[in-house]
């Protein structure tokens, strides 16, 4: 039996914060960068539907980014820091994936190749769902999930709505 990896935290925020990391994912001056693969990097498949708009917060291994929307975006990951247990920030980077008819399934991933907690902030109403082994939870405006980042996982871009926005994280486990 599978034991169950994801944990699920609704309301994450206040509704007045959430409502403006909202405003300034959704703005038409957020800065997102085109990637020819969302789930992996530096890979360049023949697949149309792979790509997806990022944006880094915070970068591994070199700490926080260019981004100017970086101290904004701080109390939200010390509040995710507080929930996993974390000291230490691996990486932050804003996504997002666009409708696709058929609800395209990315490329089951890890995001390293060592211990980490893995959280995902989803920022809008959306459907794309995150699947982790037998799991799978639904895109739901100001939820939080997080789960053991060594383990594959994907997901799924909308097919009902326009994109799926969220703010991907990493943090390293205690050494306890």
Same mark, same amino acid.
């Not at 999930?145 to 994907?154: M, Q």
């Given at each position: 039996?599978?034991?169950?990896?994801?944990?699920?935290?609704?309301n994450?925020?206040?509704?007045t914060?959430?409502k403006?990391?909202?405003?300034?994912m959704?703005?038409?001056?957020?800065?997102?960068? =085109?990637?020819? /693969?969302?789930?992996t990097? !530096?890979?360049?498949?023949? *697949?149309l539907?792979?790509?997806?708009? @990022?944006?880094?917060?915070?970068?591994?291994?070199t700490?926080p980014?260019?981004?100017?929307?970086?101290?904004?975006?701080?109390?939200?990951?010390?509040?995710?820091?507080?929930?996993?247990?974390?000291?230490?920030?691996?990486r932050?980077?804003?996504?997002m994936?666009m409708y696709?008819?058929?609800?395209?399934?990315?490329?089951?991933?890890?995001?390293f190749?060592?211990?980490?907690?893995a959280?995902? =902030?989803?920022? /809008?109403?959306?459907?794309? !769902?995150?699947?982790?082994l *037998?799991?799978?939870?639904?895109?739901? @405006?100001?939820?939080?999930?997080?789960?053991?980042?060594e383990?594959?996982?994907?997901g799924?871009?909308?097919?009902?709505?326009?994109n799926r926005?969220?703010?991907?994280s990493?943090?390293?486990?205690?050494?306890?």
């Amino acid at each position: 039996m599978v034991q169950k990896n994801m944990k699920i935290y609704d309301n994450f925020l206040s509704k007045t914060y959430h409502k403006e990391i909202l405003n300034l994912m959704t703005s038409d001056t957020f800065g997102w960068s =085109y990637n020819n /693969n969302i789930t992996t990097e !530096n890979i360049i498949g023949d *697949d149309l539907s792979e790509y997806g708009f @990022s944006h880094p917060f915070w970068e591994y291994p070199t700490g926080p980014s260019r981004s100017i929307d970086w101290p904004f975006i701080m109390p939200l990951i010390y509040n995710i820091m507080d929930t996993v247990g974390s000291e230490q920030i691996l990486r932050v980077r804003g996504d997002m994936t666009m409708y696709s008819p058929t609800g395209y399934k990315h490329n089951d991933h890890t995001d390293f190749d060592f211990p980490n907690i893995a959280a995902i =902030y989803y920022v /809008n109403d959306s459907d794309g !769902n995150t699947v982790c082994l *037998d799991q799978e939870v639904e895109p739901k @405006s100001n939820r939080l999930v997080t789960f053991s980042g060594e383990i594959p996982h994907t997901g799924y871009s909308p097919s009902k709505h326009k994109n799926r926005i969220l703010i991907n994280s990493n943090y390293e486990k205690n050494k306890n």
